[in-house]
């Protein structure tokens, strides 16, 4: 038996069940994608053909979860455009 320390296991269970079929601030085709995607990684489906077979860890699963709440970050807030020096 696998000993879970940090509760990945709960913390992806309960991330998952708080979803309501959609994540909040992307558009409804960007969370059908991310979440099918997720749903194929949590029973081992569409890896790619190098990488082991298999389930993804809960680890893993919380990885790509928090990039995917960077990415809804990234999208929310509008980008800063730079100024360079000699304009100054």
């Given at each position: ?8 296991k709960e913390k992806y269970l309960k ?13 409804e085709k960007n969370s059908k994608i ?30 790509l979860k928090q990039r995917i709440l ?19």
């Open positions: 038996m696998k000993i879970d320390p940090y509760k990945h991330w998952k069940d708080s979803l309501n079929g959609k994540i909040s601030g992307i558009s991310f979440l099918e995607y997720m749903f194929d990684m949590e029973q081992g489906l569409n890896v790619a053909s190098g990488s082991r077979k298999g389930a993804r860890s809960y680890i893993r699963l919380n990885n960077f990415y809804k970050i990234k999208c929310i807030f509008p980008k800063v455009s730079i100024v360079p020096l000699s304009r100054l």
